[in-house]
């Protein structure tokens, strides 16, 4: 994945998370979309976050059992109190004897920073942290 650094998270897909069609469950993805997501806004100083909106999320493509599943997420944007992340997975799979490794997904997703009573708390960063993280701070 362009410019997404190493996975936040990397997992064997397990016959556990299947679907009644044998494929891996819609749901266990988004789960690890969700934590994927959430791990990139620890790059800001942050007490908390929850999540308040899935922007979008499409599946390309499914996941099978024994495919090993990379999930990479990154910050795009930082508001008052929201963070914008977007989170690409691939599943990396055999297929006629050699590795390929397939894009299954992206996602958007917008979390909220809070404190420790779970109320909206203001993201307190320095420009030059959000230009480490490669975002644009001339808005």
Known sequence: MNNM???RIKIVAMPKDTN???KIFGGWIMSNIDIAGSLA??????????TVK???????EPIFVGDVVSFYAKIIKVGRTSI???????AERLFQGARRCVHVTS???TYVS???DGK????????????????????
């Not at 914008?84 to 691939?90: P, R």
């Open 20 to 22: 009644p069609s044998g």
């Open 5 to 7: 650094g190493e996975p």
């Open 107 to 109: 996602a958007d997703i």
């Open 114 to 116: 809070v404190d420790e």
């Open 84 to 90: 914008k992340t977007m989170v690409e997975v691939t």
């Open 54 to 60: 899935v922007n979008s999320l499409e599946f390309r």
């Open 120 to 139: 909206k708390t203001p993201v307190i960063c320095s420009d030059n942290l959000l230009i480490a993280l490669g975002l644009d701070i001339s808005a």
């Open 41 to 50: 806004t620890r790059d800001l100083p942050l007490y908390s976050v929850v």
